[in-house]
């Protein structure tokens, strides 16, 4: 418990975890608060934040309640960084235990495939995915993902690299573990907490690659997502700015807390590497 | 020679890894619905499916698709790219237009990241955990977290719309005739906001990265020898520990440098820059799958120059590494 003791003595980690819980707060408090469909009419267009008490944000340029579409675009964008996430993760993992452990061609076929994907941008590859499968929820959500899984994937691998000759494995081997045994059962969970430190990182530039995206209209306009609501605000940027203002503090505050709550991590599970 | 033989055998060895992704986004956007027969005829307005028949035999697609591949790549090794059916020109003379924005962008952005990414990295680890640190760590994971697209469009509302000191958008003034160095300093105005906004985020990482690096050789033996033989501080930063804390700096170049292409597509599309990153989009929406195709080969290529040049600077930085290849 000593690593949960360091989290909480760093100011910035426990900042960092306040404004997540904020976030999934409300997130999980928006169908509460905003009962409605946050994409239905609710007012006059274009009410300035803070100018009508009903909309505290105001509305945006059809007469949407701003805060209602801020409380559901938290669900959307924790949905799509967190699920998003996972794939990246998963398929990094995969790829990264095979071809660390076995080496020797495999490694050779796998490296050159994550090559193959570090060296198209990703968000090349994201338009390529979104132009081929659509935009859904679903086809941008896995289109993230599938973007996302070069970095954890070299993470896992070099973690491979280095426990796979280990006494412990050794071991394993003599009392005639299977190979699949000694990659998931013995090696994995010891590679494994750096990956998922490396996950709030891939979360970071998940969420704001899915809002890049709907800023766009690239991504499904069918969710109140907040990248949705910049795009919309882009077309009244000149006198109504605000529109495109508050889903954007959204965002920074919401990537904000997820990489400050992984570098927390990262320093609590790794005293000596503290302030780099 | 040695760097550059060095060099070229990794250039050499990402020919397979162009192979592979031109393969792979050939067969994805066989998933496509429609194809570039579909493109034209919804341009035409309509038309009968004889036309259609004899425009797929035309252009190939009547073919089993790994015949139309094959077909593609030895086009590709002849250096054509195909037709585009929306600009109605050939898919390369297209691209090649609307390369110099991005060029000039990225790189603009890449020396004001790495510039002052280096120069705040160097201040934050001379004041480290002292309030220069603080401010400057704090600021940098701001930036990291802020969204680039929001952020032009923040700075268009501010240095556009309110002081109206920069132009909230395209390449250049259209509505004057501009040469030599006018021109020049017009174009300059038109990229500042750009080269900020896709700046901002290479920006903060070359910072934390720049700070790191110089922590850890700060604490290098040779560095306390430089400093028992009485040079004074700065003396010390700028001749011992820069040249091996710039290493790190270095490889994350080649490494963003898909980041930073992607990172384009975003800002060229609020600044209504005419580039590539734009044009990537413009194709999604219009389906011009040759063109998007064309996109691909050509950002792969150049990210695959990029890591070509970084490897010669890595070298000169670094003579280790071509004493032992």
Redesign the interface.
Known sequence: MDAVKRYFRSP?AVAGLILLVIVIAMAISAGWFYPRDPLALAGRPLVWPFSNPRFLLGTDNSGRDIAAQIFYGARISLLIGGVATAIAILIGILVGAFAGYYGGWVDNVLM??T??F?????????????????STLTTVTIAVGVVSWPAPARLTRAEFLSLRNREFVQAGRTLGMKNIQLIFREILPNALPPVIVYASVVM?VAI?LE??LA??R?SDPNVASW?NL?GL??DV??VQ?YV??I??IA???T??AV??VGQGLNDALNPRLK?? | MRILSLAGRRLAASIPTLVLILIGVFLLLQFAPGDTVDAMMAQMGGGDAATAKELRKFYGLDLSIPAQLGNYLWRLVRLDLGFSSIYGKPVASVIIERLPPTILLMTASLSFAFFFGLLFGVIAARGVNRWPDTLISTLGLIFYATPSFWFGLMAIVVFSVYLQWLPPGGFEDIGTVRTGIWRMLDIASHLVLPTLTLGLIFLAIYLRIMRASMLEVLNLDYVRTARAKGLDETRVVTRHVLRNALLPMVTLIGLQAGTMLGGSVVVESVFSLPGLGRLAYESVVQRDLNTLLGIVFVSALLVISVNFVVDLIYARLDPRITAEG
């Open positions: 910035a050159r495939i090559e193959a570090q060296t198209l941008p990703n968000f090349v590859l994201l338009l390529v995915l979104v132009a081929v499968f659509g970071a704001l809002s890049a800023f766009l690239l990248g910049i605000g882009r940027l000149r700015w495109s203002a889903p954007g965002i920074l505050v990537v904000l990489s400050l302030g780099r």
